[in-house]
Protein backbone atom coordinates (compact mmCIF):
# COMPACT_ATOMS: atom_id res chain seq x y z
CA UNK A 1 0.00 0.00 0.00
CA UNK A 2 1.56 3.48 -1.13
CA UNK A 3 -0.78 5.58 0.06
CA UNK A 4 1.06 6.36 2.86
CA UNK A 5 4.35 7.37 1.57
CA UNK A 6 6.13 9.50 -1.03
CA UNK A 7 8.04 8.69 -3.73
CA UNK A 8 12.02 9.15 -3.67
CA UNK A 9 13.40 10.41 -7.05
CA UNK A 10 17.76 10.35 -7.95
CA UNK A 11 18.04 12.71 -10.91
CA UNK A 12 14.73 11.69 -12.13
CA UNK A 13 14.51 8.42 -12.21
CA UNK A 14 12.31 6.59 -8.94
CA UNK A 15 14.56 4.69 -6.22
CA UNK A 16 11.75 3.76 -4.42
CA UNK A 17 9.32 4.98 -1.77
CA UNK A 18 9.37 6.67 1.98
CA UNK A 19 6.50 6.36 4.50
CA UNK A 20 4.94 9.78 5.00
CA UNK A 21 5.97 9.92 8.48
CA UNK A 22 9.78 9.48 8.36
CA UNK A 23 10.32 11.59 4.90
CA UNK A 24 11.43 14.72 6.97
CA UNK A 25 14.02 13.24 9.30
CA UNK A 26 15.39 11.41 6.43
CA UNK A 27 15.58 14.91 4.49
CA UNK A 28 17.53 16.10 7.10
CA UNK A 29 19.61 13.02 7.44
CA UNK A 30 20.75 13.51 3.84
CA UNK A 31 21.32 17.86 4.64
CA UNK A 32 23.56 16.92 7.72
CA UNK A 33 25.78 13.99 5.28
CA UNK A 34 26.04 16.94 2.81
CA UNK A 35 27.48 19.47 5.04
CA UNK A 36 29.46 17.25 6.70
CA UNK A 37 33.00 18.01 5.19
CA UNK A 38 34.61 14.55 6.51
CA UNK A 39 31.70 12.18 4.95
CA UNK A 40 31.97 11.73 1.46
CA UNK A 41 28.51 10.14 0.48
CA UNK A 42 26.79 12.84 -0.54
CA UNK A 43 28.08 15.54 -2.51
CA UNK A 44 28.22 18.89 -1.32
CA UNK A 45 26.70 19.86 -4.66
CA UNK A 46 23.87 17.71 -4.12
CA UNK A 47 20.05 19.48 -4.01
CA UNK A 48 17.73 17.57 -1.50
CA UNK A 49 14.08 18.54 -1.87
CA UNK A 50 11.52 17.52 0.40
CA UNK A 51 8.49 18.82 -1.59
CA UNK A 52 5.16 18.55 0.73
CA UNK A 53 1.70 17.28 0.48
CA UNK A 54 -0.47 19.97 0.35
CA UNK A 55 -4.43 20.35 0.79
CA UNK A 56 -5.03 21.97 -2.33
CA UNK A 57 -3.18 20.82 -5.63
CA UNK A 58 0.58 21.79 -6.23
CA UNK A 59 3.85 20.32 -7.16
CA UNK A 60 4.06 16.76 -6.60
CA UNK A 61 4.95 15.37 -3.09
CA UNK A 62 8.03 13.12 -2.87
CA UNK A 63 12.02 13.33 -1.91
CA UNK A 64 13.85 14.47 -5.27
CA UNK A 65 17.42 14.92 -5.17
CA UNK A 66 19.53 16.10 -7.88
CA UNK A 67 23.17 15.85 -8.36
CA UNK A 68 23.81 16.40 -11.76
CA UNK A 69 26.13 19.45 -13.21
CA UNK A 70 24.80 22.33 -14.83
CA UNK A 71 22.40 23.40 -12.25
CA UNK A 72 22.14 26.89 -10.38
CA UNK A 73 23.65 27.00 -6.62
CA UNK A 74 24.17 29.62 -4.37
CA UNK A 75 25.84 29.66 -1.18
CA UNK A 76 23.63 30.35 2.01
CA UNK A 77 24.58 30.05 5.42
CA UNK A 78 23.04 27.13 7.48
CA UNK A 79 21.94 28.68 11.20
CA UNK A 80 21.60 25.10 12.58
CA UNK A 81 24.92 23.77 11.88
CA UNK A 82 26.98 26.97 11.66
CA UNK A 83 28.56 26.38 7.97
CA UNK A 84 28.13 27.56 4.60
CA UNK A 85 25.75 24.98 2.18
CA UNK A 86 25.17 25.46 -1.38
CA UNK A 87 20.97 25.08 -2.52
CA UNK A 88 19.81 24.74 -5.53
CA UNK A 89 16.72 26.64 -7.21
CA UNK A 90 13.84 24.12 -6.61
CA UNK A 91 15.57 23.41 -2.96
CA UNK A 92 15.47 27.30 -1.84
CA UNK A 93 11.89 27.58 -2.71
CA UNK A 94 10.52 24.90 0.29
CA UNK A 95 13.62 26.41 2.61
CA UNK A 96 12.47 29.35 5.12
CA UNK A 97 15.77 31.63 4.53
CA UNK A 98 16.13 34.84 6.12
CA UNK A 99 18.17 38.06 4.86
CA UNK A 100 19.40 39.14 8.12
CA UNK A 101 19.56 37.64 11.29
CA UNK A 102 17.17 39.49 13.13
CA UNK A 103 14.60 38.43 10.71
CA UNK A 104 14.80 34.86 11.56
CA UNK A 105 12.15 32.78 13.52
CA UNK A 106 12.97 30.10 15.97
CA UNK A 107 12.51 27.19 14.96
CA UNK A 108 11.47 27.61 11.69
CA UNK A 109 14.12 30.10 9.10
CA UNK A 110 17.35 27.28 8.64
CA UNK A 111 18.97 29.66 6.63
CA UNK A 112 20.63 32.72 6.37
CA UNK A 113 21.44 34.85 3.39
CA UNK A 114 25.31 35.20 2.90
CA UNK A 115 24.67 39.01 1.76
CA UNK A 116 22.00 40.88 1.80
CA UNK A 117 22.05 40.93 -1.59
CA UNK A 118 22.30 37.28 -2.39
CA UNK A 119 18.72 36.41 -3.23
CA UNK A 120 19.01 38.96 -5.93
CA UNK A 121 20.45 37.53 -9.07
CA UNK A 122 23.56 38.74 -10.50
CA UNK A 123 22.02 40.82 -13.19
CA UNK A 124 20.00 42.97 -10.51
CA UNK A 125 22.92 43.36 -8.22
CA UNK A 126 24.61 45.12 -10.87
CA UNK A 127 21.72 47.77 -10.81
CA UNK A 128 23.25 51.55 -9.69
CA UNK A 129 20.23 52.92 -7.40
CA UNK A 130 17.86 50.48 -8.15
CA UNK A 131 15.12 51.96 -6.24
CA UNK A 132 15.36 55.12 -8.30
CA UNK A 133 15.76 53.38 -12.02
CA UNK A 134 13.14 54.16 -14.31
CA UNK A 135 13.76 51.22 -16.77
CA UNK A 136 10.34 49.19 -15.70
CA UNK A 137 8.20 52.22 -16.67
Known sequence: DLTDTYDVQL???LMGWIEKNLVR???ERLRMLKI???DTRVPEMTEIV???ERDIPGQYPGLFIFT???RLMRPVYNLAHNC???LGTFESVYMDICIREKEAYPGLT???EIRPTSFLS???CTIPLPDFNQSPR
Open 122 to 124: NLA
Open 68 to 70: GAA
Open 84 to 86: VEY
Open 36 to 38: NPN
Open 110 to 112: THK
Open 11 to 13: DGR
Open 25 to 27: DMS
Open 50 to 52: LVP
